[in-house]
């Protein structure tokens, strides 16, 4: 197959809000050993898009400077040492950046196949929140049925997955959002609860339930000191971003004393083996959920890749359920 050697794109001019997006005309990538290059039909969005956006988060050096940590397409080329992907292929994939372009670059390892029964729209939102939410969730904060569960942003396209996943596990399952409409919408995707964090407190209704045996944290700030006060004994809490910032003061002879676990990580600069551990523990265990109609993809809106800016005006709005799209030109 012959490729074009240019392709559209939509670069960060500068840092800054959203409108420093704009389309650029930049060289079509070429396959690496192990890698593929994927022609998408859509990319998602989300929030490490935003941050580095504005400058305050860096791409790995090896990564492209383009935004995009998601996708899904047709395998279109490879590099030596590619062994499980024929030209071809449709695949979805977690990307170390690039994916506001048609063409992006990625390890073979870190793409899967489409989940039964979706479409190429639906499998682009997939990638980036189920690596994030199984290893942080699972893989790291050992959730296990039965458990009480909390997440918040449960509204967000990471929440949605964790409340759906959760309550796949077997969980008791619980979120937090800004609207009464969120909410309703969360727990019809299975939490037993959502709270409406502009009315009510979640560590005060933590303490009607027994307190939470895992936390599942995008917000940081002042709810660090309240997470922990919302932990039951032996609780674990997950931070996976900070919102509201990474500073604050905690008393930790309360986590000695109630024997509580306080961890986290950030998917993006982990190793290329790390990341394909995550995905084969993607495809063993969620594409099942997908299949049995246990987990479904929650899609707010969709935007040309032109409207990137207005793709992440939606996004920092906070006004989405679910998750933003970006349908690439063919």
């Known amino acids: ?9 939509m670069e960060i001019s500068a840092p800054g809000g959203p409108d420093v997006l704009v389309p650029a005309s930049l060289p079509v990538p070429v396959p690496g050993h192990g890698q593929i290059i994927i022609h998408l039909a859509y990319a998602g969005v989300n929030r490490p898009d935003a941050l580095q956006r504005a400058g305050s988060y860096a791409p790995p050096a090896s990564a492209s400077p383009l935004p ?6 047709t395998v279109v080329a490879m590099g030596p040492g590619v062994s499980r992907w ?13 994916g506001y372009a048609e063409y ?49 942003g449960g509204s967000s396209g990471i929440g949605t997955t964790a409340v759906q996943i959760a309550a796949a596990l077997g969980a008791r399952v619980f979120a937090t959002a800004g609207s009464d409409e969120k909410c309703r919408a969360v727990e019809a995707l299975g939490a037993e609860a959502c709270f409406n964090y502009k009315s009510s407190d979640f560590s005060e209704e933590a303490k009607k339930l027994g ?26 809490l997950v931070q996976i971003a900070f919102l509201q910032g990474p500073k604050v003061e905690l008393n930790f002879a309360e986590m ?31 594409w099942p959920m997908i299949a049995a109609g246990s987990f479904r993809v929650v899609i707010d809106s ?29």
Request: hydrophobic content about 40%.
């Open 86 to 98: 024929q030209i071809g292929d449709k695949v979805c994939a977690l990307l170390p950046g690039g």
């Open 104 to 152: 992006v670059a990625c390890n073979e390892s870190h793409a899967l196949p489409i989940p039964e029964g979706l479409s190429l729209r639906e499998a682009a939102c997939l990638p980036e929140t189920c690596f994030t939410v199984w290893s942080n969730m699972v893989m790291r904060g050992r959730l296990k049925a039965g458990e009480r569960f909390l997440v918040h």
């Open 68 to 73: 995009g940590l998601e996708g899904a397409g």
């Open 1 to 9: 197959m012959t490729l074009s050697t240019s392709m559209l794109a």
């Open 256 to 286: 000695m004393m109630r024997r509580l676990t306080l961890t986290g990580s950030t998917l993006r600069p982990q190793s290329d083996a790390a990341k394909a551990a995550i995905a084969h523990q993607v495809e063993t265990h969620i």
């Open 211 to 236: 307190g939470f045996d895992l936390i599942l944290d995008m917000v940081g700030g002042p709810y660090l000191p309240r997470n922990v006060r919302a932990l039951c004994d032996d609780g674990r």
């Open 302 to 330: 969709e935007y040309a890749l032109t409207e990137a800016p207005a793709a992440h005006w939606r996004m920092e709005s906070s006004g989405h359920i679910g998750k933003i799209v970006m349908k690439i030109p063919d």
